[in-house]
């Protein structure tokens, strides 16, 4: 159970767009399309923006999507906006009832 | 609207045990798969222990496995850990969340518990 593999920071000015990356094994993310991903604010609650690699829930904007491709994931946020400062954490299914996150990415908006 | 209220999280010394709890309210509990998620101060998520409706798929992190013991009783709409051994690198804010099924994501979230392992 090893955590998948997160860049530790990312940024851009807003308006623009960054991708943020996650990578597995074929064990975890390369064999399962249960790929999430998770914002969280500082002090707050994680909050679900992308499940099942590319679907969003009810109530996430659009700018938000998300990708797969072999073992690596990507989260991608269009039309960076002051509010999409956060934590992003990516989550796989990895077999047997596990679960394994990513070890974080810190996004900041220029 | 769904609600996830968890408790029994406090200041405990290495090598006892505590209990968490999680309340659930505004879904129907037993459709629908539930998870524990700890974070430790400062650092990432980590996934700790999950079970399905029925209690009848159950998986554990290896860093708790053998400890820790998840449980639900589906008639009061609760989700318990059971954390017993505790080690200082236990110590960590837990959620409790909810999932469409054991593999799908976790689509809410309670505020957390706070469990300080200290002596």
């Known amino acids: 159970q090893s955590a998948l593999t997160q860049p530790p920071s990312a940024s851009g000015s807003p308006g623009q767009s960054v991708t943020i990356s996650c990578t597995g094994t074929?064990?975890?993310?390369?064999?399962?399309?249960?790929v999430s991903w998770y914002q969280q604010h500082p002090g707050k609650a994680p909050k679900l923006m992308i499940y099942e690699v590319s679907k969003r829930p009810s109530g996430v904007p659009d700018r938000f999507s998300g990708s797969k491709s072999g073992n690596t994931a990507s989260l991608t946020v269009s039309g960076l906006q002051a509010e999409d400062e956060a934590d992003y954490y990516c989550?796989?299914?990895?077999?047997?009832?596990?679960?394994?996150f990513g070890g974080g990415t810190k996004l900041t908006v220029l | 609207e769904v609600q996830l209220v968890e408790s029994g999280g406090g200041l405990v010394q290495p090598g006892r045990s505590l209990r968490l709890s999680c309340a659930a309210s505004g879904f129907t509990f037993d459709d629908y798969a539930m998870h524990w998620v700890r974070q430790a101060p400062g650092k990432g998520l980590e996934w700790v222990s999950g079970?399905?409706?029925?209690?009848?798929?159950?998986g554990y992190a290896d860093s708790v496995k053998g400890r820790f013991t998840i449980s639900r009783d589906n008639a009061k709409n609760s989700l318990y850990l059971q954390m017993n051994s505790l080690r200082a690198e236990d110590m960590a804010l837990y959620y409790c969340?909810?999932?469409?099924?054991?593999?799908?994501?976790?689509?809410?979230w309670g505020q957390g518990t706070l469990v300080t392992v200290s002596s």
């Open positions: 969340a909810k999932a469409g099924g054991i593999a799908a994501a976790l689509d809410y």
């Open positions: 989550c796989s299914y990895a077999g047997s009832n596990i679960k394994v």
């Open positions: 079970i399905s409706w029925n209690s009848g798929s159950i």
């Open positions: 074929s064990s975890d993310v390369g064999g399962y399309n249960y």
